[in-house]
């Protein structure tokens, strides 16, 4: 396993823009003022040729003066017991702090090696009033800026040969399915996400907009590998004033570029509103797999045909992820939780289907067959052949005449073809319609619709040379 660093400090010291410095990334969110950061937040590093694990965590308060404060110390208790070197960040620019004292206190009782580095030093006259640092009984402090990237190199080669050896195991890798959760403000992200990985490990409030970063959480069931990426509730573009929210969306939104599903959910006791069709949207335009979770449905009052009224209402108002499947849960108590994952990996082995190119021009030529195509100005519209150019999502190309001239109801027919006969009743399908004609315009993943290209070429070709040399043995014998 990595070697693991937390990074420890009192709010708005520059934990943040120091994870970000070190992982050459804008993984967590950073802002001007304090308290941004609420969950741990974990990233992979490397310097000189070592990978480490690094954490950023909330800001230590030992009073409860922040409405977060005592959940922000029990996620910073928790990555300072999982890490192997802690580092201790301290402003240079606003001085030493009470809770500095307290936090040290704390570290020395670890019993772990601590790193002490004073962020924001930016100019020799700041190096030469830290005497105060001083009073804290440490010997030595890493003068760093996080923001300018000035010490920190040096404070990295002496950090990476303090970590113990790395045992190098199985990483993630092309099997990991990789889960984003997404939805409106308080729906219970963060509370499935505990759920689905068996401890309390994310910040959980009644108060609307906890999660600001995307929290991702690896965990293993039944063999396979999950990543789960926790996200900050998506409001509508009207009501997001603060620039820390927009920046939250947008991580939001980013995990569903980069996941394979999706998991929508849905206040069951609000109902399902205008925003939550508009965020299964945005996860059917960036064609991941997607799951339906209606949760809270233990504050529901039920009947015998609760399910069925909330179904038909989903799939009236979300039509265009018809094939995305629907549940019923609880993440507070648990109800039907343990489905999820179950329903995940079904998802997600349609999501990476491939299939044999004969087997799908089959398909293809006898639904034109049973339902031939609109004519187009006096010409009826030719299938050639298809491929299948992509996975996650299945993707795949038609070679036809007039590639302009498939109507998107014919479109959409050919679709629901291959939904039954490959089959594939739960992913997103793509298709595409290319002209037969002069040089292909390629996109994705397209080394078989290019190799395909070129045996029909090469063949083409051979018949072309085949036919002009019987055509000059005719001429040769009925010249004679």
Known sequence: MKPVVALLGRPNVGKSTFFNRITRSRQAIVDDFPGVTRDRHYADANWNDVDFTIIDTGGFLSTDDDYFASQIKEQLTAAANQADVLVFILDGRAGLSPYDRELADFLRRMAKPVFYVINKIENYRQRDELSDFYSLGIDSFYKVSAEHGSGVGDFLDDLVEALPVYDEEDEEDDTTIRIAIVGRPNVGKS???????????????????????????????????????????????????????????????????????????????????????????????????????????????????????????????????????AMTISALTGQRCHKILDEVVKVHKEYCHRINTGVLNRIIEDAVFREEPSMHKGRRLKFFYSAQVASKPPTFVCFVNFHKAVHFSYKRYLINQLRQMIPLEKTPIKLYFREKTGRLDFSGNSKETERIYQKKKHHMTKKKKLRKEQSLRKRKRDSQ
């Not at 945005?282 to 609760?306: Q, T």
């Not at 039509?319 to 995305?324: C, H, N, P, R, V």
């Open 191 to 325: 509370s499935l996400a505990n759920r689905l990985f068996g401890e309390q490990r994310l910040v959980v409030n009644a108060k609307a907009g906890t999660t600001r970063d995307a929290i991702e959480l690896s965990l293993e069931r039944k063999g396979k590998k999950f990543v789960l990426v926790d996200t900050a509730g998506i409001r509508r573009k009207g009501k997001v004033t603060r620039k820390i929210e927009k920046f939250s969306i947008l991580k939001a939104l980013s995990s569903m570029d980069s996941c394979d599903v999706a998991l929508i959910l849905i206040d069951a006791d609000e109902g399902i509103t205008d925003q939550d069709i508009t965020i299964a949207g945005y996860a059917e335009d960036r064609g991941c797999g997607a799951i339906f979770l209606l949760n809270k449905w233990d504050l529901l009052k039920k009947d015998r045909k609760s399910v069925k009224r909330y179904m038909e209402d989903l799939r009236y108002k979300a039509k265009f992820l018809s094939y995305a499947p």
